[in-house]
């Protein structure tokens, strides 16, 4: 079971790096660009049009993670995808694509998906090719497809509790939404999803950035020494990367939540603020530190608080917590963050 899940999370984790850091790396800058250039709207649409397609990548990711054969690993992918929620059907019969779906169901169809295609193994036969594809999206696909409205139910119910700490006076709120925000990215559920759904706004979307921030940064600097430098700078645009290693040994996130804690507090001291649709992001791409320029005003204050917040103090206090767990307590080693590719 262990290794199952060892698998369908590094899947997981591929699929998310290859479709949602293109858009994370250029989109908020592209927006800024576009009005002065707008041939390049054509290169945000590509970078969206990618995102859509994560289901599809989780399922082909974990297939290749479970070795299977390249009919049931596209079967999975396509099982992934009907689970996934991210089509809509009008009563017209129109079809609309939108979004990244529900990462918590695409994670459930394509573990169903993945145990049916084994159990089917080589049963099929001659039939493989034509009744495997189809096996797979009418079983698995259509009981991920079922269960989406109750994990979306599901994942309501933690909105509604994050909802519950804006209630709350807001340096306190801001820490804790900063730390519950902080081990969101590194788990299957969406951190933007999260924030969409509640509609988490105002200092609350902005302590939602700083705990993304906090976590992105932080696995970045954490594993520059057991990975190379390309894939440390892949986790502030998605902290994600760690997820397998962060559920194997949840204690490496703690550097990063001490982190996320203090510069949401500090976020609800100088008011940094977000919309429901930048919460979620952190640094990726900007987004964070821009939407909230773009919301108070680019004036030399608003820039150094961005700047202190978003990017100096990250890398600061990770740096200090990393060298108390590592050095001085010894919970921790580079190794903790090692990512495999294989």
């Given amino acids: 079971m262990k290794e199952f899940f060892n698998k369908l999370l590094t899947g997981m984790s591929l699929g998310i790096v290859v479709c949602l850091i293109p858009n994370a790396l250029v989109g908020e800058i592209l927006k800024l660009i576009i009005p ?4 390049l709207q054509t290169v945000l649409n590509v970078s969206i049009i990618v995102m859509s397609l994560l289901p599809v990548v989780i399922g082909v990711m974990a297939g290749i993670q479970f070795k299977l054969t390249p009919i049931q690993t596209c079967s999975v ?51 493989t090719l034509l009744a495997m594809p189809a096996l797979t999206i009418f079983i698995p696909g259509i009981i991920g497809l079922s269960i989406l409205p109750y994990v979306k139910n599901g994942s309501l119910l933690i909105g509604e509790g994050i909802m519950y700490l804006t209630d709350l006076q807001p340096v306190i709120m801001g ?8 081990v969101l990215i590194l788990s299957p559920i969406s951190t933007i999803g999260v924030a969409t759904v509640i509609m988490l706004s105002g200092i609350g979307a902005g302590a939602a950035n700083l705990g993304v921030c906090a976590s992105g940064v932080g696995m970045c600097i954490a594993s520059y020494r057991a990975n190379n430098f390309g894939t440390a700078i892949a986790h502030i645009a998605s902290a994600k990367i760690q997820m397998r290693n962060f559920f194997m040994k949840p204690k490496i ?32 791409g900007f987004v964070g530190p821009l939407k909230y320029l773009d919301l108070v005003g680019w004036n030399l204050e608003s ?16 740096l200090v917590f990393l060298k108390l767990f590592e050095v001085k307590l010894r919970w921790l080693s580079s190794e903790d963050y090692k990512v495999n590719y294989e």
Avoid: H
């Fill in 36 to 39: 002065y250039a707008p041939f």
């Fill in 77 to 127: 992918g396509l099982a992934a995808f009907i689970g996934s929620g991210v089509t809509t059907i009008t009563e017209d019969g129109t079809f609309t694509i939108a979004g990244i779906g529900t990462v918590i169901n695409i994670a459930i169809t394509t573990a169903i998906a993945i145990l049916f295609v084994q159990f089917l193994g080589s049963r099929l036969k001659e039939w």
């Fill in 253 to 284: 996130a703690f550097p990063m939540i001490l982190t996320a804690a203090i510069l949401g507090a500090l976020g609800g001291v100088f008011e940094v603020i977000g919309t429901p649709y930048s919460a979620g992001f952190g640094l990726a």
């Fill in 303 to 318: 820039i150094i608080i961005s700047s202190t917040l978003f990017i100096a103090l990250p890398v600061v206090l990770n």
């Fill in 175 to 182: 820490a804790l939404i900063a730390m519950i925000f902080s």
